[in-house]
């Protein structure tokens, strides 16, 4: 039933207020809510996301991770879990606990993963706030949120459920393309009071292991500029690395971030900065 407004007159007054209860419930049992926004899809925003869960995991903290790309999602695919189904108990639905992290997506749900998600809004914003409230998280030290590009209703509504200490991650690449849509995405936060830790500059150049050089496939100094104008750290500036890059198609976040000695240090970077 669509919500009309009007409380008073609602035949299921009272019913958005449990609802809320439980909600609160479950947020109330995590600690920091980490958001890693892009205006832009393709900007490795998901890498992020999940290489942030897999650190705070091996440094010993309590984490999930939410996807909540309905149409694109890549943690199964980065986690190596693409192959598995989520389960259930009486109290809810159990995440899959992968290299220490609790690790929740709709690819985990799906049968085939090549379906695609063929949803109107309403149904979307459903889904997405069982993947929240009805999930056994447990208690939990940070929740990362790996969000759809954009400001659109999944990105919207989320926001507005999450509560309580919360902080978005912006991920950019150098070029004007990006930024461009991650200077809305700035604005999206501004105006739903997030506060925003930091930007990080994914694809920061490629340097040649034959000669050593380092080439900027996507113009520089984007990420820099795009600090400097909203008054926000430079969390990190991460460059094209291609081992990296096919550790993550395999499945095998471990070996990526060892492969990419400078990524896993940027990240830690990251990591320190969010708290």
Not at 256 to 269: D, H, K, V, Y
Request: glycine share 12%.
């Amino acid at each position: 039933m669509a919500c009309s407004g009007n409380c008073s007159s609602c035949g299921e007054k009272g019913s958005c207020e449990n609802e809320d209860k439980k909600l609160n419930e479950v947020l109330s049992k995590i600690g920091k809510k980490i958001m890693v926004l892009s205006g832009k899809g393709g900007v490795g925003k998901s890498s992020v996301a999940g290489s942030l869960a897999f650190l705070l995991a091996r440094a010993g903290k309590r984490v999930g991770l939410l996807d909540l790309d309905f149409h694109g999602p890549s943690q199964p695919t980065l986690f190596g879990a693409a192959h598995l189904r989520l389960g259930a108990s009486e109290e809810g639905l159990l995440p899959l606990e992968v290299n220490g992290v609790k690790l929740i997506s709709i690819g985990l749900v799906m049968e085939d993963p090549d379906q695609a998600v063929i949803w109107r809004g309403p149904a979307k914003i459903g889904v997405l706030k069982q993947l929240i409230e009805d999930v056994v998280w447990g208690e939990l030290d940070y929740l990362i949120l790996d969000f759809p590009p954009g400001c659109g209703d999944e990105v919207l509504s989320a926001a507005q459920m999450i509560k309580g200490d919360r902080a978005a991650v912006i991920v950019t690449t150098p070029q004007e393309m990006s930024m461009a849509d991650c200077r809305k995405c700035i604005d999206f936060c501004k105006k739903l009071e997030i506060g925003i830790a930091g930007i990080v500059e994914n694809m920061t150049g490629f340097t040649c292991p034959d000669c050593g050089h380092t080439h900027q496939l996507f113009s520089s100094g984007g990420g820099e500029a795009l600090a400097r104008r909203y008054g926000a750290p430079l969390l990190a500036q991460l460059p094209i690395n291609p081992k990296f890059m096919a550790f993550c198609d395999n499945g095998d976040l471990d070996q990526a971030l060892e492969n990419a000695p400078e990524i896993r240090s940027s990240m830690e970077n990251v990591i320190k900065a969010i708290g």
